[in-house]
């Protein structure tokens, strides 16, 4: 999907929404659990009452991961289920040495088809080329994150001698990165638990587009995050994950979810409205 695709999407849809499919065994609908797949049958409700309202999902690997080879297939009828106009995460924050690298992007972009996914910076250019290198593909880059131990590094203080201000550890990130691929490729993670820096990111990179995981269950407020992160091309992709899904535990869970979809996309609708015109 292209950028343009992307925000055809949003402009469509009236929605900047990502659902994040962090799908866990302890936490479905205990009628779920006697299905021959409860993990695809759980996704497969969520996407059938949501997929209207956002313009992406994002499946969180270690869900499936943790749960072995039944796991993997889940994930895989997962992505096969979702509508092709629909941008699709690969929520897998990997990031190592270019040959394993390779083989990472061989994993999610060719056996697993997903439009993008999560990668960490820690080890450079070299560990993130093999994900740019893959055509039609985005890299979604890890540059400041909505955890409380973000703060352990990516808020370090750095002095590069060419700003005004100490930079921190994360606006190296951004500022070095950006030259690595153009923003129809590149893509970055921004927290909406931290809007005092949004500011600092678009002066960085005003034209790429930031998934912003951390409004609902952590706080961040979606208002803020619109009026500081929203540039021409909407350029956020704000992330839902247990606000939507986990909206309720009983039978009713997919009307619950769309529900509480619905009421985030019509505040975003109101945001692109407001912004964008």
């Known amino acids: 999907m292209t950028k ?11 929605s900047y929404l990502c659902v994040g499919l962090d799908t866990d065994l302890k936490r479905i609908p205990a ?6 797949d409860p993990v695809f049958e759980f996704n497969r409700q969520i996407i ?25 297939i889940s994930l895989e009828k997962t992505l096969n289920y979702i509508p092709q106009d629909i941008f699709t ?6 990031g190592d040495i270019g040959n394993t690298s390779e083989l990472y992007a061989r994993a999610f972009f060719e056996n697993l088809t997903f439009d993008s996914i999560t990668v960490a910076p820690y080890m450079g250019e070299d560990s993130v080329k093999p994900f740019l290198l893959q055509a039609g593909k985005w890299v979604i880059l890890l540059a400041l994150t909505s955890n409380p131990g973000s703060a352990d590094f990516q808020l370090l203080q750095t002095d590069d001698g060419t700003a005004d201000y100490s930079r921190c550890l994360f606006e190296n990130v951004l500022e070095t990165s950006k030259a690595w691929a153009t923003d129809e490729q590149l893509m ?3 927290g909406a638990t931290r809007p005092d820096f949004i500011q600092r990111v678009r002066d960085i990179v005003p034209h790429h587009f930031l998934l912003v995981p951390g409004v609902g269950a952590q706080g961040g407020s979606l208002a803020e995050i619109s009026r500081l992160g929203m540039n021409p091309h909407c350029g956020l992709l704000v992330n839902s994950s247990r606000n939507i899904i986990y ?3 009983g039978t009713d869970f997919a009307e619950q979810a769309r529900s509480a979809a619905l009421l985030v996309q019509q ?6 409205n407001q912004y964008l015109g």
């Open 48 to 72: 059938d009452a949501t997929a209207d309202l956002c313009v992406a999902y994002k499946p969180n690997i270690a869900f499936y991961e943790a749960l072995g080879p039944k796991g993997w």
């Open 89 to 94: 995460i690969a929520d897998a924050k990997r």
């Open 247 to 249: 909206a309720s535990s």
């Open 4 to 14: 343009e695709e992307l925000f055809t999407q949003i402009k469509k849809k009236q």
């Open 31 to 36: 009628h779920l659990l006697d299905t021959e």
């Open 267 to 272: 505040e975003m609708a109101g945001y692109l």
């Open 188 to 190: 970055y993670v921004v």
